[in-house]
């Protein structure tokens, strides 16, 4: 399974656009995503819930949920994946990962309406957040997460419909700053550290150290982009145990040390 972490993420930038067909495997990330079926089918599975999406349809996808789509019949789709960022003054962050009864609904009338007339004429791969663009996506996706939120009811029993890999990657999204190790984890959630690893073990090409770094990383290079911290104060206060260890790590992931993204990204 693949678990993607840059670009949208945690970058202040958000991704719009349309699809006549699309096909993605199983696959998981922090950001929040939004699939407005406007014609034709779209076959659908977020967990372990399977639904084909007609005209009217909307998936609402929340961070660290594993999705994939299978198929698709004469479709016509809008797609919007997001930071959660955006969400933060609707949707606190404690509410933001519980889990919901569906990941589906059908929109009102009135919203259908509303999003014909103000969708985009022409969907655009990734935009950059600045405050024209936050206002203009603001006003789309909130009606819809509105609607999301008076047709679904937060779910009792969570466990039941959140895999383990979910809660770890929202852990370690919490955490990451602190000198976890994967007993840490393990203790977290009362399962040994093999079990742990055999979870973070289905996501292609990482292992604990890595998924821990890859957080640390994407986070930091936030920081990098829009301040002007020092780079070993970075370090220490994303769970770096050292300048050396954040270079390194850093060089691994990006292909390049965090001056040099620092420059480029300027």
């Known amino acids: 399974m693949q678990i993607q972490t840059i670009n949208f993420d945690r970058s202040g930038m958000y991704r719009c656009t349309y699809k006549n067909e699309l096909w993605v495997r199983e696959h998981i990330h922090q950001c929040t995503e939004i699939i407005y079926v406007i014609?034709?089918?779209?076959?659908?599975?977020?967990g372990e819930e399977k639904r084909v999406l007609t005209a009217g349809e909307v998936a609402l996808i929340q961070p660290f949920i594993t999705h994939k789509f299978d198929e698709s019949e004469n479709l016509r789709l809008w797609l919007c994946v997001f930071s959660n960022d955006l969400l933060t003054d609707f949707l606190p962050?404690?509410?933001?990962?519980?889990?919901?009864?569906?990941?589906?609904?059908?929109?009102?009338?009135?919203?259908?309406?509303f999003l014909k007339d103000a969708l985009p004429d022409s969907g655009e791969e990734m935009v950059s957040f600045n405050y024209t663009e936050r206002r203009k996506i603001m006003t789309l996706i909130f009606p819809i997460i509105d609607e999301?939120?008076?047709?679904?009811?937060?779910?009792?029993?969570?466990k039941s419909s959140k895999s383990l890999l979910s809660d770890i990657l929202i852990y370690l999204d919490e955490h990451y700053s602190e000198p976890l190790t994967i007993n840490d984890v393990a203790r977290a959630f009362g399962y040994t550290p093999r079990h742990i690893s055999r979870q973070i073990s289905a996501l292609e090409n990482y292992n604990?150290?890595?998924?821990?770094?890859?957080?640390?990383?994407?986070?930091?290079?936030?920081m990098i982009r829009h301040s002007d911290a020092k780079l070993i104060d970075i370090a220490m206060n994303f769970?770096?145990?050292?300048?050396?260890?954040?270079?390194?790590?850093?060089?691994?992931?990006?292909?390049?040390?965090?001056?040099?993204?620092?420059?480029?990204?300027?």
């Open 39 to 46: 014609s034709g089918e779209l076959k659908v599975t977020v």
């Open 93 to 113: 962050r404690e509410r933001l990962y519980k889990k919901r009864t569906s990941a589906y609904f059908r929109i009102s009338e009135r919203l259908a309406t």
């Open 148 to 158: 999301y939120l008076d047709n679904t009811e937060l779910l009792n029993d969570e």
């Open 208 to 222: 604990f150290k890595s998924l821990l770094n890859n957080f640390r990383i994407e986070h930091a290079k936030l």
């Open 239 to 266: 769970g770096f145990v050292s300048e050396r260890t954040f270079f390194r790590s850093f060089l691994a992931s990006e292909g390049m040390t965090p001056t040099e993204y620092r420059k480029s990204r300027r």
